[in-house]
């Protein structure tokens, strides 16, 4: 799925500079432990995670993660916002629990 | 794209510091856009990406200081990585899916779920590990290409 379309279906913002509406998605991830991340997420996953701090966006470039959501409002530091951008990763906030997140993009189809 | 020839390697050398988890994964991602580069397929690079993050990321934890060695051939890398450390007492129980002996700050991070050197084995085809308690830990990783 096309993140444009992602953005038109779930309540979530924008939090960095970097964005293209024609990133897509296939499938995702949840978690907040690291190295399950790097061992179980795979390349083009969206990945649900309550961690904003940068190491998020090492992680993410390194397995192939071009969308992360970031759940439960909680606020993505300023340097990992940065970092993201570096890497070319979008970074998208919620107020949604990653419960309520990875339910509605089951219901979209990404799964 | 840069192609190697057979007789050629490309050596890449990173100082790792203890506690810097503002620079983690620096190593690793230079190591990655040098694969990219000369056009290493993508899940090989994946596997390299994660079994080199891995390591660097055990030095920055659970070490002072260490240095990481990445070493590209045509048909395989090498990664090395030997740290200043406490070393580690009991490496089968460290080689363990969740076993971890690092602080609840670095928990609270994301980091220290124990399977860090469980990735390292199921992403490389030569795995190594040599640790001496008070001295250090040197760990080698060969992916084949
Ligand atoms: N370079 C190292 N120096 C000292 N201890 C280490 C090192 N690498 C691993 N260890 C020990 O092995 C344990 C397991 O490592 P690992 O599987 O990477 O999990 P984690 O890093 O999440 O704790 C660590 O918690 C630590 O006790
Ligand atoms: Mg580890």
Redesign the pocket.
Known sequence: MRIEELLKQLPVTVAGDYFDPAVTVAGGYVSDLL?HVMGQAKAGNVWVTMQGHQNIAAVASLVGIAVIIIAGGIQPDTETLQKADQERIVILTTKLTAYEVVGRLYQLGIC | MIKLKDNQKILLEFNLAGSAFDLAGEASSKIKRVLQQIGVATEVIRRIAISSY?AE???I???CC?VMRAEIYPNRTEIQ?E?Q????ADIAL??QEG????PDFVREMG?????????MVRCSDQFDIQ?QIGK??T?LMVINH
């Open positions: 190295s | 891995e990321m055990n030095v934890i659970h070490a260490g990585v740290d450390g406490p070393g580690i460290a080689m076993f971890s002996t690092a980091f220290g779920a124990g399977m860090g050197l469980p990735n640790s250090g830990t760990v």
